[in-house]
């Protein structure tokens, strides 16, 4: 994919605001992040590094196996390290020229997916301090997320009460690739705390994971594992429906970001049908599967489908509700979505600023 030249991207002009809601921060080394851990960790960190379960280290998790980081290649920064690493840098690419009046940080955190939860819980701790003081402090457009060990949820919400402290918090990160399907109740204590504190609960893509990539096995290629994406947070969804979470949780919110959108209509419509049909089994779901997914689930927009006749698009967008997707660039990866060009349909002027800024502002509590 062509990505936009250096020349194109510095000191465009803004035509509108908007709030960003999938920003990827990353450490120039692994020093800025362990400067945050104790000793203890710190030596492991440097000595041992982080295991993952997969069999390789040092590169992407299988089929990507790429020695980059899958970014723009405009997106290095002049003074090194790679794309994300600097401030300065994205203000003067991204934030500024795009008009991001907030932008919600998303970092790739393999600490939620590490087998040694301890570490994994220290790793996740030092990311949302390297969040809030290298990033949100130093620009208060910035709105960090709150990382975690959600397969040891007493570690995860002492995770989150120590964050929701500062004000810069302003979601709980957990992947759709989690050991048991994410409905289950050991993973309910998160979906209180996050009620509690009214934060939502976002689930970004994720690469890693204990099982394959694909639901019938490990894919061939990349492509298929990009696209595998979308059943994780298929699944996701009517785990959380079907044992029962949204219903015992009615303050619950959770943003599915990173995994498109089209596939949420033809998604409700059919578990609605099983549910008419076989409601008896799960009595706790008191209403059609489809209401949760309109009052819960919010939805992002890269990366974006495109329907052959782009009117289609808006058909799309109504179905889902126009109060429940949120604008995202995904920067600075290569599938950035530039907010001038990415819908190639016009959109109401009502609809685009409830898509770019507004839906966005109200779910996350923005000044």
């Known amino acids: 994919m062509n990505t936009p030249v250096l020349e194109r991207t510095l000191n465009k002009p803004a035509k509108f605001s908007i709030v960003d809601c999938d920003i990827h921060p990353t450490r120039r080394t692994n020093a800025e992040l362990t400067q945050y851990m104790p000793k203890r960790w710190r030596d492991h ?14 590169t992407q998790p299988y089929p990507r196996m790429s ?37 919600m940080l998303q970092p790739l955190s393999a600490g939620s997916s590490t087998m040694d939860l301890d570490f994994g819980a220290a790793f996740c701790s030092a990311l949302n301090d390297w969040q809030a003081e290298q990033w949100c402090e130093r620009d208060h457009r910035l709105r960090a997320t709150i990382c975690l060990t959600q397969e040891d949820t007493a570690a995860a919400i002492k995770e989150i009460e120590r964050c929701v402290k500062n004000s810069f918090f302003a979601q709980i990160a957990v992947p759709p690739r989690s050991i048991e399907p994410f409905g289950r109740r ?27 990539n694909g639901a019938s096995g490990n894919t061939t290629y990349y ?4 696209y595998a994406w979308v059943n994780s947070m298929q699944t996701t969804v ?17 943003v599915m970001i990173e995994g498109g959108f089209a596939w949420a209509p033809a998604f409700s419509w059919r578990m609605d049908n099983h549910w008419s049909r076989m409601r008896s089994e799960v009595p706790h779901v008191k209403r059609p599967p489809s209401e949760y997914m309109r009052e819960r689930v919010w939805f992002t927009t890269q990366p974006i489908e495109e329907p052959e006749k782009a009117e289609h698009l808006l058909d799309l967008i ?8 949120m604008f995202s660039t995904d920067y600075p990866h290569w ?33």
């Not at 405009?74 to 500024?96: I, R, S, T, V, Y």
């Not at 785990?239 to 919110?253: H, T, W």
């Open 238 to 254: 009517m785990s959380l429906v079907m044992e029962g979470a949204f219903e015992r949780f009615p303050g619950l919110k959770v």
């Open 318 to 325: 109504r179905q889902i509700g126009e109060d429940r997707i």
């Open 45 to 58: 960190m440097n000595t041992i590094g982080i295991r993952l379960p997969q069999p390789f280290m040092g």
């Open 67 to 103: 020695a980059g980081n899958g970014s723009r290649m405009d997106a290095f920064p002049p003074n090194g390290g790679p794309p994300g690493c600097d401030l300065e840098f994205m203000q003067k690419q991204h934030l500024d020229p795009n008009g991001v009046e907030f932008g």
């Open 223 to 226: 492509i298929e594992d990009h």
């Open 186 to 212: 050991r993973y309910w204590p998160l979906f209180e705390a996050a009620q509690h504190y009214g934060l939502p609960i976002a689930m970004h893509t994720h690469a890693y994971g204990p099982y394959p």
């Open 335 to 367: 599938d950035f979505d530039d907010p001038q060009h990415v819908f190639k349909v016009r959109l109401p002027e009502a609809t685009r600023q409830s898509i770019f800024r507004d839906n966005a502002k109200a779910l996350y509590r923005l000044g």
